[in-house]
């Protein structure tokens, strides 16, 4: 059965207000923007939302704090947002920071049914209050629980009917595990291909994880920091 | 460039040896990567997915879907791979990654760093730096040795949030480079013009100096 969908707004329907997803993407670079764009138009609230960053305003999940969607956000840097900063502020968005290798740890975990695991990371430090501390081998660690949401959203380069994915240089980043770690995954692509077009040795994403794939078109993909040389 | 910083990244970049796989730190760090030496060949990480990182791309090869963790369109060099971020940190937190050299607002004299938030301030977030500092074999921190009103950096005790509890392996500054060892931070270099005299008064730390290595 194929899982091409040939519009978003029936899968994006299934989120309601106060849902949990899971968001792949560092900074704008893979960041699943029709999905985002598909959400704020259908203006759903209270969100908790887990991605490595909140985008920028005006664009990618900056949209929907701009929109006043997001409840808490869980990330690992922020910096690049003027309405997040208000909104944190005013105490309108509640903010989980949590370390970057963490944060993928913890999809991964959640994502492969691991509840929790121990990382020397935040030993030390404000991250670790509140957390169980274990000793292994004379090294402190604490505890971190793994992350299942709701619903994740994906970018991939490729897929095929069977939601089998392909990501493309960097845009791969949180993209893998995000789709492991919601109970319906939804992906868009830049290119659908037939069934048997993927070689399946060249699979980064088992079809398995995946509920829904969108063929997404005219892509902006922005740039953060366009940094350019000469010589190259 | 001032002076100074100049000065940081000169004696940086030596920290760098032919082999090493290294993170280089968002900011002043990054700007390291230029100045390594053509026969010294590293894999340079970023955590955002690739090890291998090559010069910045000309205006014609800009790719949107290829940029390094300080979020700039980079090039892929010769031997380069790609990774999701859950591999990229198993590589840091593993201890497969020789070297990050990491930008701090606070050293302390039994190597803590601060360098991700000032309270009161905006909180950006600490991003990689947290995994870095635990998982990467030896930490270098490059900074300015005072902040702009003259206050020493490198303190007897950090007073900003932690990134990591002795974690520091090296401190580069433009005055001096110490390292962190089981008797404690230990000066190892003066840069050239500085004066003994004028690094204690620049230095809240207390710091042990072998005479024997040191090359004043």
């Known amino acids: 059965m194929s899982k091409v969908i040939s519009s978003l707004a029936e899968a994006v329907l299934k989120v309601r207000d106060g849902a949990s997803i899971v968001v792949g993407g560092f900074g704008l670079c893979g960041i699943p923007e029709k999905l985002i764009m598909q959400l704020k138009e259908q203006g759903t609230t209270d969100l908790t939302i887990y991605s490595n960053n909140c985008g920028v305003d005006e664009w990618g999940l900056g949209l929907l704090l701009e929109n006043k969607q997001i409840k808490k956000m869980v990330a690992s840097y922020v910096g690049e947002n003027k309405v997040f900063e208000q909104q944190f502020l005013s105490g309108e968005l509640e903010v989980e920071l949590c370390p970057q290798g963490t944060l993928a740890e913890r999809l991964r975990a959640g994502g492969a049914g691991i509840p929790a695991f121990y990382t020397a990371t935040g030993v030390g430090t404000e991250v670790a209050q509140g957390k169980e501390h274990k000793e292994f081998n004379g090294k402190k660690y604490i505890m971190e629980e793994g992350i299942v949401a709701d619903f994740a959203f994906v970018k991939a380069w490729k897929a095929d009917p069977f939601g089998n994915l392909v990501f493309r240089k960097t845009a791969r980043n949180f993209n893998p595990i995000v789709a492991t770690a919601g109970k319906i995954t939804i992906v868009e692509v830049e290119e659908l291909v037939g069934a048997g077009e993927l070689d399946p040795d060249e699979i980064h994403t088992a079809g398995v994880y995946v509920q829904h794939v969108y063929a997404g078109q005219n892509y902006e993909k922005r740039i953060e920091r366009l940094t350019t040389s000469k010589e190259a | ?216």
Request: with cysteine; glycine share 10%; hydrophobic share 40%.
């Open chain 2, 1 to 216: 460039m001032s002076n100074g910083r100049e000065r940081i990244l000169q004696r940086a970049v030596k920290e760098i040896e032919d082999g090493m796989c290294v993170n280089l730190g968002i900011g002043m760090p990054t700007l390291i990567a230029d100045m390594i030496p053509d026969e010294v060949d590293v894999m340079l990480q970023s955590e955002n997915g690739l090890l291998g990182i090559g010069n910045y791309p000309h205006a014609d090869h800009v790719d949107p879907d290829l940029i390094n963790a300080g979020k700039e369109t980079v090039t892929t060099k010769t031997g380069a791979s790609f990774f999701d971020s859950a591999e990229s940190f198993a590589m840091i937190r593993g201890g497969h990654i020789d070297l990050a050299i990491l930008g701090g607002m606070e050293v302390s004299e039994t190597g803590d760093l601060a360098n991700w938030m000032i309270p009161g301030k905006m909180v950006k977030g600490m991003g990689g730096a947290m995994d870095l500092v635990q998982g990467a074999k030896r930490i270098v921190v490059i900074m300015d040795h005072v902040n702009k009103h003259g206050e020493s950096k490198v303190k007897k005790s950090c007073t900003l949030p932690l990134t990591g509890e002795a974690v520091v392996h090296c401190l580069i500054t433009e005055m001096a480079v110490f390292h962190f060892t089981d008797h404690g931070m230990e000066l190892v270099e003066l840069q050239e013009g500085v004066t003994m005299e004028e690094l204690k008064v620049a230095t809240e730390a207390d710091f042990i100096v072998k005479s024997s290595s040191l090359n004043v």
